[in-house]
């Protein structure tokens, strides 16, 4: 099954060269072996933080409710994913155009352009590759989509009126006042993960 996943992946990488405008794709220079090699490396690095992060949220919650997972966030989510990237080696980050803390916000061009690849798998039903590599000059990213994937993730990204409880709201609002995190839905486009694999 990962085959079939990566083979699409190096086809639709192929066959989209005009909205990556001023960078080379991976496809264009690497072999097919070294991009599934690649394509593994990225799922594995961004799997393990994924899985330290939920983990973690997941005891705060059990500890002290969602306000304290939201304080535990705002203190410890960016030094937490930083130490998966130093232990594996490599640049690590977390981006989204609705981030929650001002430092996961999107300003490359490059890393825009991902967005919108992203964005248009997750509408593409029949698409179902939601990572991919992207090479710019010499240098290789990983981008993979990060989506509201448990109920746990609405009680601090969902709905203000219906999912998120009012303390949590407000503890929100404190630690980020300028939070666009918030009104997702199941399913939905959380964010991606980038790896500099070089």
């Not at 085959?3 to 405008?21: A, D, E, G, Q």
């Not at 990204?157 to 404190?174: R, W, Y």
Request: proline share 3%; glycine share 4%.
């Amino acid at each position: 099954m990962k085959k079939y996943l990566f083979l699409i992946t190096i086809i639709t990488l192929s066959i989209v060269p005009s909205l990556f405008s001023g960078c080379q794709q991976a496809s264009n220079s690497i072999s097919n072996f070294n991009q599934n090699e690649l394509l593994i490396k990225g799922d594995s690095i961004t799997t393990s933080a994924q899985q330290v992060l939920l983990r973690r949220v997941a005891e705060k919650i059990q500890l002290s409710g969602t306000t304290g997972a939201v304080e535990y966030c705002n203190e410890q989510a960016i030094p937490l994913t930083d130490s998966v990237a130093q232990h594996f080696g490599y640049i690590l980050s977390r981006l989204s155009i609705k981030n929650r803390n001002p430092k996961n916000a999107i300003h490359l061009s490059e890393d825009k352009n991902a967005w919108t690849e992203i964005e248009k798998r997750m509408q593409d039903e029949n698409d179902i590759t939601k990572h991919f590599i992207i090479q710019y000059n010499n240098d290789l990213y990983y981008y993979k989509a990060i989506t509201i994937a448990m109920p746990t993730c609405l009680k601090c990204h969902g709905d203000k009126e219906n999912d998120i409880a009012s303390e949590t709201l407000q503890k929100i609002q404190v630690q980020y006042p300028d939070d666009k995190a918030t009104g997702y839905k199941m399913g939905d486009l959380r964010g991606m993960w980038k790896v500099k694999l070089n």
